[in-house]
């Protein structure tokens, strides 16, 4: 059996938590969830579904077991990436039994993907990403390290996105796009043209602000 421990006890760990057992119930994944680690609880609770708080972040250190693996459950990308270069311990895919994922998709260790998601032929997903609720990353794309895909965004074939880039809630990209590394795009935006790094950008077309 596999011990998972996440990281985050805030809401979008509570939808990781829902990854997990949902696997565990439909597929019959021999998992169990140890608890969440979170610095924002001074005492350890009992936090959603039965599921303890068990300290913050210091007990990572304390724990030595090979069945143990860890997924952190935080929306923010540069925390993740950080804590992620923190901590020498094994890390957790958390895939949704309800999505749609190719054969030929290659997905980097502790990403998530949720509920409802499409990923389509020959797409990359690198570490520690979030495929959020309801997306669609369509064919030949390069997602790297610590994005974040928003719920009901739709990436079309041949885009690339960098590292630490979010994309916002229903945004559309078209096919052939490169989005940089730690650039945001705003919710509900179309993007029809290439984006750099280092960008906010938004609207319909999406621009550089």
Sequence with gaps: MKNI?????????????????????????????????????????????????????????????????????????????????????????????????????????GTVVMANAVINSCTHIGKHCIINTGSIVEHDNVIDDYVHISPDVALAGNVKVGKRTWIGIGTSVIQGITIGSDTIIGAGSVVVNDIGDNKKAFGVPCKER
């Design 5 to 109: 421990i996440i990281i985050g006890a805030g809401g979008h760990g509570k939808v990781v938590a829902d990854i997990i057992l949902q696997r565990r119930k439909d597929l019959g994944e021999d998992i169990k969830i140890k608890g969440f680690l979170d610095d924002n609880f001074e005492t350890k609770e009992v936090y959603y579904l039965d599921i303890p708080v068990l300290g913050t972040l210091d007990e990572i250190n304390k724990i030595d077991d090979h069945n143990t693996y860890f997924i952190i459950a935080i929306g923010d990308n540069l925390v993740r990436e950080n804590i992620a270069k923190s901590y020498q311990v094994k890390y957790y895919t958390a895939i949704h039994p309800e999505a749609i994922i190719s054969s030929s998709v290659k997905i980097g260790e």
